[in-house]
């Protein structure tokens, strides 16, 4: 249990049982009437942002919600099989918990996997991920009709729009929140 007063960026509320994270908050005490706390909550699985009024001093459910380092070791079957890098532990992951950052994981990868009594909730990617383009046509000079971008096929699967001098072989940053191009990254 928390009080209105103990919230902060990132504590994980239950709330009609489900799980919310914090993510801005603010303290107001208006002129007439009691204060209260507005507050931003995102939804931990699906990723829903809300806005919620709570009264002050209102005592509010809080869940333990650990985070962990984890390498991307293999896919089996479905699963995604992630190693604990201090107990070498290694769990397999569901497919809908890794969910769109599937598209931009490649073996070895360091993420942080956020779990609630033992079971995973979300899978957090680094911010920009670093992939070779496995394949994309070459772009043609003078070509303008598609605002001098092109698709392109990267080493895991995923495809991305990038600039007309990308070439297959290049190797990209990417942004893996949204799959947008960052820049080349020179070998």
Same mark, same amino acid.
């Given at each position: 249990?928390?009080?209105?007063?103990?919230?902060?960026?990132?504590?994980?509320?239950?709330?009609?049982?489900? *799980?919310?994270?914090? +993510? !801005?908050? =603010?303290?107001?005490?208006?002129?007439?009437? %009691?204060? $209260? /706390?507005?507050?931003?909550?995102?939804?931990?699985?699906?990723?829903?942002?809300?806005?919620?009024?709570?009264?002050?001093?209102?005592?509010?459910?809080?869940?333990?919600?650990?985070?962990?380092?984890?390498?991307?070791?293999?896919?089996?079957?479905?699963?995604?099989?992630?190693?604990?890098?201090?107990?070498?532990?290694?769990?397999?992951?569901?497919?809908?918990?890794?969910?769109?950052?599937?598209?931009? *994981?490649?073996?070895? +990868? !360091?993420? =942080?996997?956020?779990?609630?009594?033992?079971? %995973?909730? $979300? /899978?957090?990617?680094?911010?920009?991920?670093?992939?070779?383009?496995?394949?994309?046509?070459?772009?043609?000079?003078?070509?303008?009709?598609?605002?001098?971008?092109?698709?392109?096929?990267?080493?895991?699967?995923?495809?991305?729009?990038?600039?007309?001098?990308?070439?297959?072989?290049?190797?990209?940053?990417?942004?893996?929140?949204?799959?947008?191009?960052?820049?080349?990254?020179?070998?």
């Amino acid at each position: 249990m928390a009080s209105t007063s103990d919230f902060k960026n990132g504590l994980v509320l239950s709330l009609d049982g489900e *799980l919310w994270q914090i +993510t !801005e908050f =603010q303290h107001v005490k208006p002129g007439k009437g %009691p204060a $209260f /706390v507005r507050t931003k909550i995102k939804h931990v699985v699906s990723g829903k942002v809300v806005d919620k009024t709570f009264n002050a001093g209102v005592k509010v459910d809080t869940a333990t919600v650990d985070r962990r380092n984890m390498t991307y070791l293999y896919k089996e079957g479905e699963n995604f099989v992630f190693m604990d890098g201090e107990t070498f532990e290694q769990e397999p992951v569901p497919p809908s918990v890794v969910g769109d950052g599937a598209k931009y *994981l490649l073996e070895n +990868t !360091e993420v =942080q996997i956020a779990t609630h009594n033992g079971v %995973p909730l $979300f /899978v957090e990617l680094p911010t920009t991920v670093e992939l070779v383009v496995s394949h994309t046509d070459p772009g043609l000079q003078g070509d303008r009709s598609t605002g001098g971008t092109k698709p392109a096929t990267l080493e895991t699967g995923a495809e991305i729009q990038v600039p007309l001098f990308i070439n297959t072989g290049d190797k990209l940053k990417v942004d893996s929140r949204d799959g947008s191009y960052l820049g080349r990254v020179n070998a």
